[in-house]
């Protein structure tokens, strides 16, 4: 079966159905997504937390994709840069500052995974192991499981498009194509595995050219646009509610930091791409849209950032004086309990 690709790159009209303060809410979550990010590689710099790798640039694929999913009702299975995903989902800034100081509280691996390895059963967002792309086929799996129980919940994914040349992106929708799983693929597409260009990556323009090899829409989106994002999501989601199958999403995003805390980027891209990703930011567009529209003025986004600081201010401190994981604790997780 072929499926054709649908390109979604203009902003949806703000004549839908998302109230006013929803869009502020979307924005306060990006707003948030970004500040705690700063405030991380401040600690990295500081000697104070081991390793960053950022979402800035992605927060708007991120948090519009998250606002057509179901808390507590669908997985939630992001990559290390699913940092404003699973703010919308439900952990808390203090959450997510547990697992940078790898604290004994730290939902995601009570402190022995690396950073931005994101997990919560309460919420069922699903931890990712370092090796990328594993989630992938997890989130096939949990589709299957899904639909064996005759459940609707869906399980969303993300993953970077230099992860679309491992196997497991290929196993993982070839197995939900063809059983028709409930399965969002969200590529967040910034153009770099590490230093690897896209175009040294892949032959295809777009990896959203991948979903009809496989019989499923192949949707490209302006990852930039957080409510084109939400929208070509919400349209998945209700496909996979009603039986039809999964979607895979190529959120074309921008990387607006090196890929991480262990990385120069400035040695492999050039100085105008570096100047003119600033000039993509998704926080300031989305900004720019609701002034036009006139659903925020200059003091709502004052009172925002306030009250985002305030947010980080105090995750970080909770965070920081948490305790260490005791060393007798060391093995636990890791081998099964000694039977008497």
């Known amino acids: 079966m072929t499926v054709s690709i649908n390109e979604i790159s203009a902003s949806p009209s703000f004549g839908h159905d998302l109230p006013p303060h929803t869009l502020r809410d979307m924005l306060r979550y990006m707003m948030l997504a970004r500040a705690l990010d700063e405030r991380m590689w401040v600690l990295n710099r500081a000697g104070k937390a081991p390793f960053v790798i950022s979402c800035q640039g992605h927060e708007a694929a991120q948090v519009g ?27 808390t800034p203090t959450e997510v500052m547990l697992g940078l100081f790898a604290r004994a509280t730290d939902p995601s691996s009570g402190g022995r995974q690396m950073p931005a390895h994101y997990g919560c059963r309460r919420l069922k967002i699903v931890t990712q192991s370092s090796p990328v792309g594993t989630q992938i086929a997890h989130a096939a799996g949990i589709g299957l499981a899904e639909k064996i129980k005759g459940g609707d919940a869906v399980a969303w994914v993300s993953f970077g498009e230099g992860t679309t040349s491992q196997g497991d992106f290929h196993e993982a929708l070839n197995l939900a194509a063809v059983h028709r799983l409930p399965v ?65 999403i190529e959120a074309r995003v921008v990387r607006m930091t090196a890929h991480s805390s262990d990385d120069n980027d400035r040695t492999y891209r050039p100085p105008h791409e570096l100047t003119l990703v600033r000039h993509q930011d998704p926080i300031v567009r989305f900004i720019a849209q609701l002034r036009e529209h006139g659903i925020l003025s200059e003091a709502d986004e004052q009172a925002m950032r306030t009250e985002v600081a305030e947010i980080v201010d105090k995750a970080t401190t909770e965070a920081d004086q948490a305790p260490m994981p005791e060393p007798e604790t060391l093995y636990d997780h890791v081998y099964a309990p000694t039977r008497s």
């Open 65 to 91: 994709a998250a606002f057509a999913l179901q808390r507590g009702k669908d997985f939630i299975l992001p990559y290390y840069r699913g940092l404003a995903t699973v703010l919308v989902m439900g952990m």
């Open 184 to 248: 969002i693929f969200q590529c967040e597409n910034n153009e770099y595995a590490i230093s690897v260009h896209q175009r040294q990556q892949m032959a295809v323009a777009s990896v959203a050219d991948r979903g009809p090899a496989y019989g499923i829409p192949g949707i490209s989106v302006d990852g930039t646009d957080v409510l084109a994002v939400y929208e070509v999501t919400r349209r998945a989601v209700e496909r996979a509610r009603r039986g039809d199958g999964p979607t895979l």
